[in-house]
């Protein structure tokens, strides 16, 4: 019956990181939304294919960056100390 306990063991494990996955997806996806309102950037009417390149494009430049050695340097610029967001800048929300 050992063998029984320790699938459940594994089973049990299973789910706890199907969980955990499933947390770290939501996040992400509050973290880009918040992001999208903030620019202004949820109110624009963007197809998918269109920001699906653009996110490509980030995340290639961001690939860049972490094959430089350079994106630590460059998370930390741009984030002040205490959470804050730097520099506030106007987004138009007009097309």
Not at 34 to 60: C, S
């Amino acid at each position: 019956m050992a063998v029984k306990s320790s699938l459940s063991d594994i089973d049990a494990q299973i789910e706890k990181l199907r969980e955990r996955r499933r947390t770290l997806i939501i996040k992400s996806a509050e973290r880009f939304a918040r992001a999208a309102t903030k620019t202004g950037l949820a109110e624009m009417e963007i197809t998918e294919e269109e920001l699906d390149a653009v996110f490509e494009q980030i995340a290639a430049r961001f690939r860049k960056e972490e094959k430089k050695g350079t994106a630590g340097a460059t998370a930390s610029s741009r984030r002040q100390p205490g959470g804050g967001s730097g520099t506030t800048a106007e987004v138009s929300h007009d097309e």
